[in-house]
């Protein structure tokens, strides 16, 4: 697997992620360049200096800004792992669950949002659903690196799993209620649902409740990562109050 770009390839770095080796331009010059190259250096990582024209050949993305980090695949993790994060921190469990996401930008941007609003981990499908790739690790910004994500066969029990442990599940759909007046204490997991059908009506079934974003427009649906934004957000708010 490759990881591209700066920022993507510092937070690797800083992870202490597995990296075999750097491709890097041998003519960009820049300060943030310079920072992640005395990073790697700092970690005794082999760099290969190169021209543009072969990054431009290895990249997977086609936007490497001069730096690809080619590095063992992504490690998934369990739903324990996931669990165990908010005992560590002695806070109640934050999780994100993703039905059917499909779309690798959508994922990258999710990944990021979690990342920046304290949740602890994202549970994915391995079936009709994208796995952690080059251009979601890119889009995350490197927040792949810092977001335990499980890849699960079946969403369903993973969600029965979650309710076992005290975990209260949140659909984020239309119907339901409005996503702000809902008081999130104690564990709390979000499912949100595909770009083009929303979540299954089984899992629909699962979850303790559905809760929605208030929309004023006429289009009545988001994208599946600005839903997720809004929703993490909302809740994250209503937490630390």
């Known amino acids: ?17 597995t990296i075999e080796k750097i491709m890097a331009s041998n003519n960009a010059k820049d300060s943030t360049f310079q920072e992640v190259i005395r990073l790697a250096k700092s970690n005794k990582l082999k760099i290969q200096f190169v021209d543009n024209a072969l990054l431009n050949k290895a990249s997977q993305t086609g936007k490497h800004q001069g730096i690809i ?71 995350s910004a490197g927040a792949t690196s810092y977001v335990k994500i499980a890849k699960v066969t079946n969403i369903n029990n993973a969600i029965e799993e979650l309710k076992e442990n005290n975990i209260w599940v949140y659909a984020c759909e239309l119907g339901g209620e409005d996503i702000s007046s809902v008081d999130y204490s104690g564990g709390v997991a979000v499912v949100i649902g595909s770009e083009g059908f929303g979540t299954s009506k089984l899992t629909l079934k699962l979850c303790d409740k559905i809760v929605t974003i208030p929309m004023c427009g006429k ?10 934004g809004i929703a993490i957000n909302t809740i994250y708010q209503k937490k630390i109050k």
Not at 1 to 15: L, W
Request: proline share 2%; charged share 20%.
């Open 1 to 17: 697997m490759q990881i591209e770009g700066r920022n993507a390839v510092r937070e690797a770095i800083i992870s202490g992620a």
């Open 69 to 139: 980090a080619v590095t063992t695949d992504f490690k998934y993790s369990t739903i324990s792992d996931i669990l165990n994060v908010s005992r560590t921190k002695n806070k109640d469990p934050f999780i994100l669950i993703l039905d059917g996401i499909e779309d690798p930008h959508n994922l990258g941007s999710i990944v990021r949002v979690c990342e920046c609003f304290g949740v602890d981990g994202i549970i994915i499908g391995k079936n009709r659903a994208c796995g952690v790739n080059e251009t979601v690790i890119k889009t």
């Open 219 to 228: 289009i009545n649906s988001l994208n599946a990562s600005v839903a997720t």
